[in-house]
Protein backbone atom coordinates (compact mmCIF):
# COMPACT_ATOMS: atom_id res chain seq x y z
CA UNK A 1 0.00 0.00 0.00
CA UNK A 2 3.01 2.39 0.54
CA UNK A 3 3.64 2.60 -2.98
CA UNK A 4 0.31 2.77 -4.09
CA UNK A 5 0.53 6.05 -5.68
CA UNK A 6 2.36 3.96 -9.01
CA UNK A 7 -1.06 3.14 -9.77
CA UNK A 8 -2.35 6.41 -11.28
CA UNK A 9 1.12 7.31 -12.80
CA UNK A 10 0.98 4.76 -15.47
CA UNK A 11 -1.51 5.48 -17.02
CA UNK A 12 -0.34 9.62 -16.93
CA UNK A 13 2.59 8.18 -18.47
CA UNK A 14 0.52 6.42 -21.18
CA UNK A 15 -0.65 9.85 -22.03
CA UNK A 16 2.40 11.69 -22.08
CA UNK A 17 4.09 8.79 -23.54
CA UNK A 18 1.69 8.99 -26.33
CA UNK A 19 1.35 12.52 -26.78
CA UNK A 20 4.97 12.49 -27.40
CA UNK A 21 5.85 9.42 -29.67
CA UNK A 22 1.93 8.41 -30.72
CA UNK A 23 2.42 9.13 -34.40
CA UNK A 24 5.59 7.24 -34.81
CA UNK A 25 3.61 4.18 -33.34
CA UNK A 26 0.28 4.45 -34.66
CA UNK A 27 -1.89 1.22 -34.34
CA UNK A 28 0.40 0.23 -31.76
CA UNK A 29 -0.19 2.92 -29.73
CA UNK A 30 -2.87 0.49 -28.23
CA UNK A 31 -0.89 -1.41 -26.81
CA UNK A 32 0.86 1.01 -24.99
CA UNK A 33 -2.22 1.76 -23.08
CA UNK A 34 -3.40 -1.82 -22.66
CA UNK A 35 0.02 -2.60 -20.72
CA UNK A 36 -0.15 0.40 -18.57
CA UNK A 37 -3.68 -0.19 -17.57
CA UNK A 38 -3.10 -3.75 -17.09
CA UNK A 39 -0.61 -3.00 -14.30
CA UNK A 40 -2.03 -0.66 -12.39
CA UNK A 41 -5.32 -3.46 -12.40
CA UNK A 42 -2.54 -5.82 -10.87
CA UNK A 43 -1.27 -3.52 -8.81
CA UNK A 44 -4.60 -2.15 -7.59
CA UNK A 45 -5.48 -6.35 -7.20
CA UNK A 46 -2.46 -6.43 -5.21
CA UNK A 47 -3.39 -3.48 -2.91
CA UNK A 48 -6.99 -4.94 -2.15
CA UNK A 49 -5.30 -7.92 -1.41
CA UNK A 50 -2.80 -6.21 1.16
CA UNK A 51 -6.37 -3.62 2.59
CA UNK A 52 -8.24 -6.73 3.47
CA UNK A 53 -5.85 -7.49 6.30
CA UNK A 54 -4.39 -4.14 7.52
CA UNK A 55 -5.10 -1.06 8.06
CA UNK A 56 -5.58 2.27 6.22
CA UNK A 57 -2.58 3.20 4.98
CA UNK A 58 -1.77 7.17 4.46
CA UNK A 59 1.00 9.04 3.25
CA UNK A 60 0.97 13.10 3.01
CA UNK A 61 3.82 15.61 2.20
CA UNK A 62 3.74 19.80 2.85
CA UNK A 63 2.32 21.07 0.00
CA UNK A 64 2.20 24.93 0.64
CA UNK A 65 2.36 26.83 3.66
CA UNK A 66 0.47 30.33 3.54
CA UNK A 67 0.50 31.72 7.19
CA UNK A 68 -0.33 29.32 9.77
CA UNK A 69 -2.32 27.43 7.47
CA UNK A 70 -0.38 24.10 5.66
CA UNK A 71 -1.72 22.78 2.74
CA UNK A 72 -0.72 18.73 1.88
CA UNK A 73 -0.95 16.30 -0.94
CA UNK A 74 -0.14 12.38 -0.76
CA UNK A 75 -2.40 9.59 -0.66
CA UNK A 76 -4.50 7.26 1.14
CA UNK A 77 -5.80 3.91 1.05
CA UNK A 78 -8.49 2.81 2.92
CA UNK A 79 -11.44 -0.04 2.44
CA UNK A 80 -13.52 2.22 -0.21
CA UNK A 81 -10.96 3.73 -2.46
CA UNK A 82 -9.02 0.25 -2.22
CA UNK A 83 -12.41 -1.18 -3.54
CA UNK A 84 -12.77 1.37 -5.88
CA UNK A 85 -9.00 1.36 -7.74
CA UNK A 86 -9.56 -2.13 -8.50
CA UNK A 87 -12.91 -1.00 -10.16
CA UNK A 88 -12.01 1.40 -11.79
CA UNK A 89 -8.43 0.15 -13.23
CA UNK A 90 -10.35 -3.53 -14.86
CA UNK A 91 -13.07 -1.13 -15.99
CA UNK A 92 -10.37 0.90 -18.09
CA UNK A 93 -7.98 -2.30 -19.02
CA UNK A 94 -11.03 -3.96 -20.39
CA UNK A 95 -12.01 -0.71 -22.59
CA UNK A 96 -8.76 0.04 -23.80
CA UNK A 97 -8.83 -4.05 -24.81
CA UNK A 98 -12.09 -3.55 -26.62
CA UNK A 99 -10.86 -0.10 -28.37
CA UNK A 100 -8.08 -2.24 -29.99
CA UNK A 101 -10.35 -3.60 -32.81
CA UNK A 102 -13.22 -1.13 -32.32
CA UNK A 103 -11.12 1.72 -33.47
CA UNK A 104 -9.24 -0.15 -35.42
CA UNK A 105 -8.57 2.10 -38.42
CA UNK A 106 -8.99 5.28 -37.23
CA UNK A 107 -6.38 8.12 -37.87
CA UNK A 108 -6.48 9.11 -34.58
CA UNK A 109 -5.82 6.14 -32.83
CA UNK A 110 -2.95 7.55 -30.39
CA UNK A 111 -4.51 10.43 -29.13
CA UNK A 112 -7.62 8.44 -28.91
CA UNK A 113 -5.04 6.57 -26.41
CA UNK A 114 -3.71 9.42 -24.72
CA UNK A 115 -7.20 10.54 -23.66
CA UNK A 116 -7.88 7.46 -22.50
CA UNK A 117 -4.66 7.52 -19.82
CA UNK A 118 -5.52 11.09 -18.91
CA UNK A 119 -8.90 10.20 -18.07
CA UNK A 120 -7.98 7.04 -16.42
CA UNK A 121 -4.57 9.00 -14.65
CA UNK A 122 -7.35 11.35 -13.17
CA UNK A 123 -10.06 9.26 -12.00
CA UNK A 124 -7.80 6.67 -9.68
CA UNK A 125 -5.92 10.03 -8.89
CA UNK A 126 -9.18 11.38 -7.50
CA UNK A 127 -10.24 7.93 -4.94
CA UNK A 128 -6.75 7.96 -3.24
CA UNK A 129 -6.95 11.45 -2.51
CA UNK A 130 -6.39 12.41 0.77
CA UNK A 131 -7.94 15.52 1.24
CA UNK A 132 -11.05 17.44 -0.43
CA UNK A 133 -8.22 20.01 -2.48
CA UNK A 134 -6.23 17.17 -3.95
CA UNK A 135 -9.88 15.76 -4.79
CA UNK A 136 -11.06 18.92 -6.35
CA UNK A 137 -7.58 18.62 -8.60
CA UNK A 138 -8.82 15.96 -9.75
CA UNK A 139 -12.54 16.42 -10.08
CA UNK A 140 -11.52 18.91 -12.52
CA UNK A 141 -9.48 16.90 -14.50
CA UNK A 142 -11.78 13.92 -15.10
CA UNK A 143 -13.60 17.05 -16.39
CA UNK A 144 -11.51 17.84 -18.75
CA UNK A 145 -10.76 14.19 -19.80
CA UNK A 146 -14.52 13.11 -20.18
CA UNK A 147 -14.59 16.58 -22.68
CA UNK A 148 -11.78 15.48 -24.73
CA UNK A 149 -13.52 12.18 -25.04
CA UNK A 150 -16.73 13.16 -25.02
CA UNK A 151 -16.23 15.49 -28.48
CA UNK A 152 -13.53 13.08 -30.05
CA UNK A 153 -15.49 13.30 -33.10
CA UNK A 154 -14.67 17.05 -32.82
CA UNK A 155 -15.76 17.23 -37.18
CA UNK A 156 -19.46 16.21 -35.81
CA UNK A 157 -21.83 19.29 -34.95
CA UNK A 158 -23.43 17.07 -32.17
CA UNK A 159 -20.10 15.65 -30.56
CA UNK A 160 -18.91 19.05 -30.20
CA UNK A 161 -22.25 20.09 -28.43
CA UNK A 162 -22.13 16.88 -26.21
CA UNK A 163 -18.39 17.58 -25.40
CA UNK A 164 -19.75 21.38 -24.33
CA UNK A 165 -22.69 20.78 -23.00
CA UNK A 166 -20.76 17.93 -20.84
CA UNK A 167 -18.59 20.29 -19.78
CA UNK A 168 -20.61 23.57 -18.84
CA UNK A 169 -22.92 21.33 -16.80
CA UNK A 170 -20.63 19.57 -14.79
CA UNK A 171 -19.15 23.10 -14.49
CA UNK A 172 -22.51 24.13 -12.56
CA UNK A 173 -22.37 21.13 -9.95
CA UNK A 174 -18.78 21.99 -9.17
CA UNK A 175 -19.13 25.78 -8.26
CA UNK A 176 -21.43 23.80 -5.27
CA UNK A 177 -18.77 21.71 -4.32
CA UNK A 178 -16.10 24.16 -4.26
CA UNK A 179 -18.04 26.73 -1.83
CA UNK A 180 -18.90 23.58 0.14
CA UNK A 181 -15.42 23.13 0.30
CA UNK A 182 -14.07 26.04 1.39
CA UNK A 183 -16.75 26.89 3.91
CA UNK A 184 -15.85 23.29 5.61
CA UNK A 185 -11.83 24.79 5.26
CA UNK A 186 -13.24 27.90 6.73
CA UNK A 187 -15.02 26.05 9.37
CA UNK A 188 -12.81 23.36 10.14
CA UNK A 189 -9.50 24.91 9.34
CA UNK A 190 -8.71 21.91 7.05
CA UNK A 191 -9.07 20.08 3.96
CA UNK A 192 -7.95 16.99 5.55
CA UNK A 193 -10.95 14.11 5.77
CA UNK A 194 -10.16 13.07 9.21
CA UNK A 195 -9.66 16.47 10.37
CA UNK A 196 -13.24 17.80 8.74
CA UNK A 197 -14.90 14.42 10.45
CA UNK A 198 -13.06 14.93 13.53
CA UNK A 199 -14.68 18.52 14.11
CA UNK A 200 -18.33 17.08 12.67
CA UNK A 201 -18.01 14.18 15.37
CA UNK A 202 -17.06 16.60 17.82
CA UNK A 203 -19.72 19.56 17.65
CA UNK A 204 -17.26 21.84 16.46
CA UNK A 205 -19.25 23.07 12.86
CA UNK A 206 -22.98 24.05 14.20
CA UNK A 207 -25.78 21.71 12.65
CA UNK A 208 -27.09 24.17 10.11
CA UNK A 209 -23.31 24.81 8.41
CA UNK A 210 -23.18 20.77 8.21
CA UNK A 211 -26.68 20.81 6.10
CA UNK A 212 -25.49 23.77 4.08
CA UNK A 213 -21.90 22.08 3.35
CA UNK A 214 -23.47 18.78 2.86
CA UNK A 215 -25.92 19.82 0.42
CA UNK A 216 -23.39 21.96 -1.78
CA UNK A 217 -20.90 18.95 -1.93
CA UNK A 218 -24.23 17.13 -3.31
CA UNK A 219 -24.45 19.76 -5.75
CA UNK A 220 -20.79 18.73 -7.05
CA UNK A 221 -21.92 15.12 -7.12
CA UNK A 222 -25.50 15.80 -9.02
CA UNK A 223 -23.21 17.23 -11.81
CA UNK A 224 -20.70 14.73 -12.07
CA UNK A 225 -23.26 11.67 -11.42
CA UNK A 226 -25.91 13.47 -13.42
CA UNK A 227 -28.51 13.99 -10.79
CA UNK A 228 -31.72 15.38 -12.15
CA UNK A 229 -31.49 18.43 -12.74
CA UNK A 230 -28.44 18.51 -14.33
CA UNK A 231 -28.63 15.16 -15.60
CA UNK A 232 -29.35 16.07 -19.69
CA UNK A 233 -25.23 15.76 -20.54
CA UNK A 234 -25.39 12.45 -19.74
CA UNK A 235 -27.33 10.76 -22.35
CA UNK A 236 -25.69 13.66 -24.79
CA UNK A 237 -22.29 12.28 -23.78
CA UNK A 238 -23.26 8.86 -26.15
CA UNK A 239 -21.98 11.33 -29.04
CA UNK A 240 -18.48 9.87 -28.13
CA UNK A 241 -16.73 6.68 -29.56
CA UNK A 242 -19.00 3.38 -28.01
CA UNK A 243 -16.08 2.44 -25.75
CA UNK A 244 -16.17 5.84 -23.88
CA UNK A 245 -20.18 5.67 -23.38
CA UNK A 246 -18.57 2.03 -21.42
CA UNK A 247 -15.89 4.64 -20.16
CA UNK A 248 -17.87 7.10 -18.77
CA UNK A 249 -21.23 5.33 -17.93
CA UNK A 250 -19.77 2.43 -15.90
CA UNK A 251 -17.37 2.89 -13.39
CA UNK A 252 -15.22 5.54 -13.83
CA UNK A 253 -16.67 9.81 -14.08
CA UNK A 254 -20.35 9.21 -13.17
CA UNK A 255 -19.40 7.07 -10.59
CA UNK A 256 -17.11 10.22 -9.10
CA UNK A 257 -20.09 11.41 -7.52
CA UNK A 258 -21.55 8.57 -5.80
CA UNK A 259 -17.91 7.83 -4.37
CA UNK A 260 -17.55 11.96 -3.67
CA UNK A 261 -20.87 10.92 -1.62
CA UNK A 262 -19.78 7.92 0.31
CA UNK A 263 -16.39 9.47 1.40
CA UNK A 264 -18.34 12.19 2.80
CA UNK A 265 -20.61 10.00 4.34
CA UNK A 266 -19.47 11.36 7.52
CA UNK A 267 -20.59 14.74 7.13
CA UNK A 268 -24.50 13.62 5.17
CA UNK A 269 -25.07 11.23 8.17
CA UNK A 270 -24.02 14.60 10.77
CA UNK A 271 -27.66 15.56 9.23
CA UNK A 272 -30.84 13.82 8.57
CA UNK A 273 -31.73 17.18 6.26
CA UNK A 274 -29.11 16.35 4.37
CA UNK A 275 -29.54 13.27 3.75
CA UNK A 276 -33.43 13.18 2.76
CA UNK A 277 -32.43 15.81 0.28
CA UNK A 278 -29.90 12.67 -1.23
CA UNK A 279 -32.84 10.22 -0.82
CA UNK A 280 -35.43 12.45 -2.64
CA UNK A 281 -33.43 13.71 -5.77
CA UNK A 282 -32.05 10.10 -6.01
CA UNK A 283 -35.48 8.39 -5.84
CA UNK A 284 -36.99 11.15 -8.38
CA UNK A 285 -34.08 10.93 -10.71
CA UNK A 286 -34.22 7.04 -10.56
CA UNK A 287 -37.64 6.98 -11.91
CA UNK A 288 -37.92 9.93 -14.00
CA UNK A 289 -34.65 8.85 -16.09
CA UNK A 290 -36.37 4.83 -16.20
CA UNK A 291 -39.86 6.29 -17.62
CA UNK A 292 -37.66 8.25 -20.82
CA UNK A 293 -36.10 4.39 -21.33
CA UNK A 294 -39.43 3.39 -21.87
CA UNK A 295 -40.02 4.69 -25.40
CA UNK A 296 -36.46 5.54 -26.52
CA UNK A 297 -34.82 4.13 -29.85
CA UNK A 298 -31.12 4.44 -30.00
CA UNK A 299 -29.73 1.54 -27.97
CA UNK A 300 -26.96 3.88 -26.60
CA UNK A 301 -28.98 6.41 -25.01
CA UNK A 302 -31.83 3.54 -23.27
CA UNK A 303 -28.26 2.43 -22.01
CA UNK A 304 -27.71 5.89 -21.15
CA UNK A 305 -30.81 6.64 -19.24
CA UNK A 306 -30.68 3.48 -17.59
CA UNK A 307 -27.36 4.87 -16.51
CA UNK A 308 -28.96 7.74 -14.94
CA UNK A 309 -31.44 5.59 -13.08
CA UNK A 310 -29.10 3.55 -11.64
CA UNK A 311 -27.20 6.54 -10.38
CA UNK A 312 -30.92 7.79 -8.95
CA UNK A 313 -30.96 4.13 -6.80
CA UNK A 314 -27.15 4.74 -5.94
CA UNK A 315 -27.81 8.25 -3.94
CA UNK A 316 -31.02 6.81 -2.80
CA UNK A 317 -29.45 4.10 -1.16
CA UNK A 318 -26.64 6.81 0.58
CA UNK A 319 -29.45 9.08 1.34
CA UNK A 320 -31.26 6.34 3.19
CA UNK A 321 -28.20 5.43 5.10
CA UNK A 322 -27.60 2.81 3.47
CA UNK A 323 -23.69 3.36 2.97
CA UNK A 324 -23.23 -0.06 2.39
CA UNK A 325 -25.82 -0.66 -0.46
CA UNK A 326 -24.89 2.46 -2.33
CA UNK A 327 -21.37 1.50 -2.58
CA UNK A 328 -22.01 -2.06 -3.42
CA UNK A 329 -24.34 -1.32 -6.16
CA UNK A 330 -21.55 0.86 -7.25
CA UNK A 331 -19.85 -2.15 -7.33
CA UNK A 332 -22.19 -4.59 -9.39
CA UNK A 333 -23.26 -1.73 -11.57
CA UNK A 334 -19.79 -1.02 -12.80
CA UNK A 335 -19.82 -4.43 -14.40
CA UNK A 336 -23.04 -5.34 -15.56
CA UNK A 337 -23.75 -1.67 -17.38
CA UNK A 338 -19.64 -1.47 -18.83
CA UNK A 339 -20.90 -5.22 -20.27
CA UNK A 340 -24.29 -4.00 -21.75
CA UNK A 341 -22.08 -0.79 -23.36
CA UNK A 342 -19.38 -3.00 -24.92
CA UNK A 343 -22.07 -5.57 -25.87
CA UNK A 344 -24.15 -2.55 -27.72
CA UNK A 345 -20.93 -1.51 -28.85
CA UNK A 346 -20.21 -5.06 -31.11
CA UNK A 347 -24.44 -4.65 -31.95
CA UNK A 348 -23.17 -1.83 -33.51
CA UNK A 349 -20.07 -3.11 -34.84
CA UNK A 350 -22.28 -5.72 -36.99
CA UNK A 351 -25.05 -3.88 -38.32
CA UNK A 352 -23.85 -0.31 -38.41
CA UNK A 353 -26.95 1.59 -36.92
CA UNK A 354 -27.84 2.43 -33.16
CA UNK A 355 -31.28 2.51 -33.95
CA UNK A 356 -33.07 -0.58 -32.50
CA UNK A 357 -36.14 -0.68 -35.02
CA UNK A 358 -33.54 -1.64 -37.49
CA UNK A 359 -32.11 -4.70 -36.06
CA UNK A 360 -34.35 -7.65 -35.11
CA UNK A 361 -33.67 -11.42 -35.42
CA UNK A 362 -29.58 -10.81 -34.05
CA UNK A 363 -29.86 -13.88 -31.70
CA UNK A 364 -28.71 -16.31 -34.38
CA UNK A 365 -26.37 -14.41 -36.29
CA UNK A 366 -24.70 -12.70 -32.89
CA UNK A 367 -25.10 -15.63 -30.37
CA UNK A 368 -22.38 -15.04 -28.24
CA UNK A 369 -23.11 -11.64 -27.74
CA UNK A 370 -27.00 -12.25 -27.47
CA UNK A 371 -25.53 -14.41 -24.48
CA UNK A 372 -23.62 -11.82 -22.68
CA UNK A 373 -26.14 -8.83 -23.54
CA UNK A 374 -29.21 -11.24 -22.10
CA UNK A 375 -26.80 -11.60 -18.75
CA UNK A 376 -26.10 -8.19 -18.30
CA UNK A 377 -30.19 -7.25 -19.03
CA UNK A 378 -31.05 -10.17 -16.65
CA UNK A 379 -28.60 -8.57 -13.81
CA UNK A 380 -29.31 -5.15 -14.26
CA UNK A 381 -33.26 -6.31 -14.11
CA UNK A 382 -32.63 -7.72 -10.63
CA UNK A 383 -33.05 -11.63 -11.90
CA UNK A 384 -32.24 -13.95 -9.01
CA UNK A 385 -28.60 -14.83 -8.19
CA UNK A 386 -27.15 -12.51 -10.66
CA UNK A 387 -25.16 -9.36 -9.13
CA UNK A 388 -27.95 -6.82 -9.14
CA UNK A 389 -30.04 -8.78 -7.48
CA UNK A 390 -28.02 -8.22 -4.70
CA UNK A 391 -27.41 -5.26 -4.70
CA UNK A 392 -30.95 -3.92 -5.42
CA UNK A 393 -32.14 -5.62 -2.87
CA UNK A 394 -29.68 -4.43 -0.06
CA UNK A 395 -31.05 -0.86 -1.50
CA UNK A 396 -34.52 -1.70 -1.05
CA UNK A 397 -34.22 -2.75 2.49
CA UNK A 398 -32.01 0.43 3.23
CA UNK A 399 -35.05 2.62 2.27
CA UNK A 400 -37.29 0.89 3.88
CA UNK A 401 -35.37 0.47 7.43
CA UNK A 402 -34.86 4.24 7.36
CA UNK A 403 -38.60 4.91 7.06
CA UNK A 404 -38.82 6.29 3.48
CA UNK A 405 -41.90 4.49 2.73
CA UNK A 406 -42.60 6.75 -0.48
CA UNK A 407 -39.33 6.50 -1.68
CA UNK A 408 -39.26 2.69 -1.37
CA UNK A 409 -42.59 2.41 -3.69
CA UNK A 410 -40.92 4.81 -6.49
CA UNK A 411 -37.91 2.40 -6.22
CA UNK A 412 -40.19 -0.79 -6.56
CA UNK A 413 -41.96 0.94 -9.84
CA UNK A 414 -38.46 2.19 -11.01
CA UNK A 415 -37.37 -1.56 -10.67
CA UNK A 416 -40.51 -2.73 -12.63
CA UNK A 417 -39.39 0.10 -15.18
CA UNK A 418 -36.20 -0.88 -15.24
CA UNK A 419 -37.04 -4.97 -16.14
CA UNK A 420 -39.60 -3.98 -18.87
CA UNK A 421 -37.65 -1.63 -20.92
CA UNK A 422 -34.31 -3.56 -20.65
CA UNK A 423 -36.13 -6.61 -21.88
CA UNK A 424 -37.63 -4.47 -24.34
CA UNK A 425 -34.37 -3.49 -25.72
CA UNK A 426 -33.13 -7.30 -25.76
CA UNK A 427 -36.38 -8.75 -27.56
CA UNK A 428 -36.39 -5.84 -30.12
CA UNK A 429 -32.60 -6.38 -31.09
CA UNK A 430 -32.28 -9.93 -30.74
CA UNK A 431 -35.85 -11.70 -30.87
CA UNK A 432 -38.25 -11.57 -34.06
CA UNK A 433 -37.20 -10.61 -38.29
CA UNK A 434 -34.25 -9.01 -39.00
CA UNK A 435 -35.04 -5.38 -40.37
CA UNK A 436 -31.98 -4.09 -40.83
CA UNK A 437 -29.60 -2.94 -44.39
CA UNK A 438 -26.85 -4.80 -43.74
CA UNK A 439 -26.82 -8.40 -45.25
CA UNK A 440 -23.23 -9.45 -43.71
CA UNK A 441 -23.32 -9.67 -40.38
CA UNK A 442 -20.71 -11.48 -37.65
CA UNK A 443 -19.50 -11.45 -34.65
CA UNK A 444 -16.99 -9.16 -33.18
CA UNK A 445 -12.79 -9.92 -33.03
CA UNK A 446 -11.64 -11.90 -30.14
CA UNK A 447 -9.94 -8.61 -28.52
CA UNK A 448 -13.75 -7.47 -28.22
CA UNK A 449 -15.03 -10.39 -27.15
CA UNK A 450 -12.42 -10.82 -24.31
CA UNK A 451 -13.42 -7.87 -22.26
CA UNK A 452 -17.33 -8.75 -22.50
CA UNK A 453 -16.96 -12.19 -21.44
CA UNK A 454 -15.25 -11.04 -18.28
CA UNK A 455 -17.85 -8.57 -17.37
CA UNK A 456 -20.26 -11.37 -18.13
CA UNK A 457 -18.55 -13.32 -15.54
CA UNK A 458 -18.31 -10.73 -12.68
CA UNK A 459 -22.09 -9.13 -14.11
CA UNK A 460 -23.28 -12.72 -12.84
CA UNK A 461 -20.49 -13.69 -9.15
CA UNK A 462 -19.58 -9.98 -8.19
CA UNK A 463 -23.03 -10.01 -5.89
CA UNK A 464 -21.58 -12.90 -3.93
CA UNK A 465 -19.11 -10.97 -2.51
CA UNK A 466 -22.21 -9.52 0.04
CA UNK A 467 -23.32 -12.79 1.20
CA UNK A 468 -21.94 -14.93 4.11
CA UNK A 469 -21.02 -17.74 1.23
CA UNK A 470 -17.32 -15.98 1.31
CA UNK A 471 -16.72 -16.38 5.20
CA UNK A 472 -18.44 -12.31 5.82
CA UNK A 473 -20.08 -9.75 3.96
CA UNK A 474 -18.36 -7.11 1.93
CA UNK A 475 -20.70 -4.31 3.75
CA UNK A 476 -19.11 -5.34 6.79
CA UNK A 477 -15.63 -5.16 5.77
CA UNK A 478 -16.27 -1.43 4.07
CA UNK A 479 -17.79 -0.11 7.47
CA UNK A 480 -15.07 -2.13 9.60
CA UNK A 481 -13.45 0.50 12.14
CA UNK A 482 -15.99 3.37 11.72
CA UNK A 483 -18.99 3.86 13.32
CA UNK A 484 -19.92 6.97 11.62
CA UNK A 485 -20.56 5.07 8.23
CA UNK A 486 -23.50 2.89 9.61
CA UNK A 487 -24.09 -1.07 9.80
CA UNK A 488 -22.59 -3.53 7.50
CA UNK A 489 -25.00 -6.27 6.34
CA UNK A 490 -28.53 -5.37 7.02
CA UNK A 491 -30.88 -8.59 7.23
CA UNK A 492 -34.42 -6.97 6.24
CA UNK A 493 -38.23 -8.40 6.09
CA UNK A 494 -37.99 -11.03 3.76
CA UNK A 495 -40.93 -10.29 2.03
CA UNK A 496 -38.66 -7.29 0.68
CA UNK A 497 -36.81 -9.73 -1.43
CA UNK A 498 -40.20 -11.76 -2.26
CA UNK A 499 -41.88 -8.56 -3.77
CA UNK A 500 -38.48 -7.23 -5.48
CA UNK A 501 -38.15 -10.32 -7.51
CA UNK A 502 -41.70 -10.73 -8.53
CA UNK A 503 -42.03 -6.97 -9.43
CA UNK A 504 -38.88 -7.74 -11.94
CA UNK A 505 -40.16 -10.75 -13.66
CA UNK A 506 -43.69 -9.01 -13.83
CA UNK A 507 -41.66 -6.39 -15.84
CA UNK A 508 -39.56 -8.91 -17.86
CA UNK A 509 -43.37 -10.82 -18.55
CA UNK A 510 -44.81 -7.72 -19.81
CA UNK A 511 -42.02 -6.98 -22.10
CA UNK A 512 -42.13 -10.56 -23.41
CA UNK A 513 -45.71 -10.14 -24.24
CA UNK A 514 -45.43 -6.91 -25.97
CA UNK A 515 -41.92 -7.69 -27.75
CA UNK A 516 -41.47 -11.39 -28.07
CA UNK A 517 -44.29 -13.12 -28.21
CA UNK A 518 -46.53 -9.97 -29.52
CA UNK A 519 -50.02 -11.51 -28.30
CA UNK A 520 -50.11 -7.37 -26.54
CA UNK A 521 -49.69 -4.55 -29.34
CA UNK A 522 -46.73 -2.60 -28.64
CA UNK A 523 -49.19 0.86 -28.52
CA UNK A 524 -51.53 -0.93 -25.68
CA UNK A 525 -50.27 1.89 -23.04
CA UNK A 526 -49.97 4.95 -25.84
CA UNK A 527 -49.41 4.88 -29.45
CA UNK A 528 -46.30 6.46 -31.45
CA UNK A 529 -47.31 10.56 -31.61
CA UNK A 530 -49.62 10.63 -28.35
CA UNK A 531 -49.63 13.23 -25.90
CA UNK A 532 -47.42 10.53 -23.19
CA UNK A 533 -45.50 8.78 -25.65
CA UNK A 534 -44.07 12.45 -27.10
CA UNK A 535 -43.25 13.51 -23.27
CA UNK A 536 -41.72 10.28 -22.52
CA UNK A 537 -39.61 10.32 -26.28
CA UNK A 538 -38.56 14.44 -25.51
CA UNK A 539 -37.32 13.96 -22.13
CA UNK A 540 -40.05 15.85 -20.65
CA UNK A 541 -38.93 18.49 -22.18
CA UNK A 542 -36.25 19.35 -19.85
CA UNK A 543 -34.01 20.49 -22.63
CA UNK A 544 -36.22 22.94 -24.32
CA UNK A 545 -37.09 23.90 -20.87
CA UNK A 546 -33.59 25.16 -20.23
CA UNK A 547 -33.49 26.88 -23.75
CA UNK A 548 -36.57 28.83 -22.85
CA UNK A 549 -35.44 29.94 -19.26
CA UNK A 550 -32.27 29.23 -18.28
CA UNK A 551 -30.02 29.73 -20.89
CA UNK A 552 -31.80 33.41 -22.08
CA UNK A 553 -31.36 34.44 -18.46
CA UNK A 554 -27.85 33.64 -18.70
CA UNK A 555 -27.39 35.48 -21.99
CA UNK A 556 -29.32 38.38 -20.90
CA UNK A 557 -27.02 38.43 -17.89
CA UNK A 558 -24.38 38.37 -20.49
CA UNK A 559 -25.25 40.84 -22.54
CA UNK A 560 -25.70 43.26 -19.26
CA UNK A 561 -21.80 42.40 -18.12
CA UNK A 562 -20.91 43.11 -21.55
CA UNK A 563 -22.84 47.00 -21.70
CA UNK A 564 -20.96 47.68 -18.46
CA UNK A 565 -17.73 46.78 -19.61
CA UNK A 566 -17.72 48.35 -23.07
CA UNK A 567 -20.06 51.41 -22.47
CA UNK A 568 -19.65 52.34 -18.70
CA UNK A 569 -15.94 50.77 -17.69
CA UNK A 570 -14.70 51.09 -21.02
CA UNK A 571 -16.33 54.05 -21.71
CA UNK A 572 -14.90 55.85 -18.27
CA UNK A 573 -11.51 54.45 -19.37
CA UNK A 574 -11.03 56.47 -22.43
CA UNK A 575 -12.48 59.37 -21.23
CA UNK A 576 -9.51 59.71 -18.79
CA UNK A 577 -7.26 58.43 -21.11
CA UNK A 578 -8.46 61.65 -23.31
CA UNK A 579 -8.22 63.78 -20.16
CA UNK A 580 -4.84 62.85 -19.86
CA UNK A 581 -3.84 62.97 -23.50
CA UNK A 582 -5.50 66.31 -23.70
CA UNK A 583 -2.80 67.67 -20.96
CA UNK A 584 -0.10 66.38 -22.19
CA UNK A 585 -0.98 68.16 -25.58
CA UNK A 586 -1.57 71.19 -23.54
CA UNK A 587 1.50 71.06 -22.07
CA UNK A 588 3.27 70.48 -24.85
CA UNK A 589 2.15 73.17 -26.34
CA UNK A 590 3.74 75.75 -23.06
CA UNK A 591 7.03 73.92 -23.92
CA UNK A 592 7.73 75.77 -26.93
CA UNK A 593 11.27 75.76 -26.47
CA UNK A 594 11.47 79.82 -26.99
CA UNK A 595 13.64 81.42 -24.04
CA UNK A 596 11.83 85.04 -24.78
CA UNK A 597 8.09 83.17 -24.05
CA UNK A 598 9.94 81.25 -20.74
CA UNK A 599 10.92 84.85 -19.94
CA UNK A 600 7.68 87.13 -20.43
CA UNK A 601 6.08 83.51 -18.21
CA UNK A 602 8.34 84.22 -15.59
CA UNK A 603 8.15 87.88 -15.05
CA UNK A 604 4.34 87.48 -15.32
CA UNK A 605 4.30 84.78 -12.88
CA UNK A 606 6.73 87.14 -10.55
CA UNK A 607 4.49 90.32 -11.33
CA UNK A 608 1.07 88.01 -9.80
CA UNK A 609 3.08 87.30 -6.96
CA UNK A 610 3.96 90.94 -6.10
CA UNK A 611 0.69 91.72 -6.82
CA UNK A 612 -0.58 89.28 -3.78
CA UNK A 613 2.00 89.99 -1.76
CA UNK A 614 0.83 94.06 -1.52
CA UNK A 615 -3.02 93.35 -1.58
CA UNK A 616 -2.50 91.34 1.56
CA UNK A 617 -0.43 92.96 2.89
CA UNK A 618 2.28 89.69 3.21
CA UNK A 619 -0.09 87.59 4.71
CA UNK A 620 0.35 85.35 1.91
Same mark, same amino acid.
Given at each position: M??A?I??????F????L?L????LRE??????I???L???????????????E?T???E????T?G???????????????????I?S?V??????Y?KEYM??D??L?????????F???M?????????????VF????????FL????YF???????????AF?????????L?????????????F???V?F?????? %??????????A?LI???AM??SG?????TW???A?????P?S??? @???????A????V????P??SA?????T?????G? /?T???A???????????? $?????T?????Y????L?S?G???????????A???A???LA??????? !???????E?G??W??????????LIG???????P???????KD???????????Y????????????????M????F???A?E??????H?H??P??M !????? $?L???? /???G??????F??F????? !????A??? @?????G???????A??I %?L??I??????????????N??????S???? /??????????M??Y?I??F????????T?I?????E???NL?S %????SL???G %??LQ???????????????A??LV??????G??
Amino acid at each position: MENAWIIPLLPLFSFLFLLLFGKRLRESSAYVGIILTLGSFIYSVLVLIERLSEPTYKAEANWLTIGDVQLTAGFEINQLNALMLVIVSLVSFLVHTYSKEYMRGDERLPVFYAYLGLFTFAMLGLVISPNLLQLYVFWELVGLGSFLLIGFYFYKQEAKAAAKKAFIMTRIGDVGLFIGMMLLFWEAGSFEYDVIFTAVSAG %SISASMITVTAILIFIGAMGKSGQFPLHTWLPDAMEGPTPVSALI @HAATMVAAGVYLVATMFPLFSASETALTTVAIVGG /ITAIFAATIGLVQKDIKR $ILAYSTVSQLGYMMLALGSAGYVAGVFHLMTHAFFKALLFLAAGSIIHA !VSTQNIDEMGGLWKKLKFTGVLFLIGTMAISGVPFLSGFFSKDEILIATWTHGNYVLFVIALITAFFTAFYMFRLFFLVFAGEYRGKVNHIHESPTLM !VFPIV $ILGALA /ICSGYVNTPWFGTFLGDWL !VEGNAALG @HGHIDGPSWIMIVATLI %SLGGIWLAYLMYGKKSISRNAFGEEGSTVYN /ILYNKYYVDEMYDYSIIPFTKGIALLLTFIDKFLVEGLMNLVS %SAVVSLGKLG %SKLQSGQVQQYGAVVLIGLAVILVIYAVTGGIL
